[in-house]
């Protein structure tokens, strides 16, 4: 059984950083692409961040790059969220997800984050004070 769980979530004012942590078991790891999204409140879901095991390329939406880094350790099932110089409009709860099948490397490429994601977590409340 695919379980997917985030911690890490919490309050911050603004330029301050958060890491989140991503355990996703019941599947070959190193097999599959792990993406963050997030959603904020009115706002329709959003990818963050995508890193595909099996290279570990990495691909971010504009509005993070630079502050936000994403980073897995197979050892442990985890996949890192390393959020950096926080704003307010990064308040948002953010899910990791696992896609419905090995789709390969494709977080190299654009567009991943329209690929069909099937496995979620509960997902972990960033806020971000002003």
């Known amino acids: 059984e695919v379980q997917v769980v985030e911690s890490g979530g919490g309050l911050v004012q603004t330029g301050g950083s958060l890491r989140l942590s991503c355990e996703a078991t019941g599947f070959t790891f190193d097999d599959y692409v792990i993406a963050w999204f997030r959603q904020a409140p009115g706002k329709e879901r959003e990818g963050v961040s995508c890193i595909s095991n099996m290279d570990l390329s990495t691909n971010y939406v504009d509005s993070v790059k630079g502050r936000f880094t994403i980073s897995s350790d197979s050892a442990k099932n985890t996949v890192y969220l390393q959020m950096n110089n926080l704003k307010p409009e990064d308040t948002a709860v953010y899910y990791c997800?696992?896609?419905?099948?090995?789709?390969?490397?494709?977080?190299?490429?654009?567009?991943?984050?329209?690929?069909?994601?099937?496995?979620w977590g509960q997902g972990t409340q960033v806020t971000v004070s002003s």
């Open positions: 997800a696992v896609p419905s099948s090995q789709y390969g490397p494709i977080c190299a490429a654009t567009g991943w984050d329209g690929f069909i994601y099937t496995q």
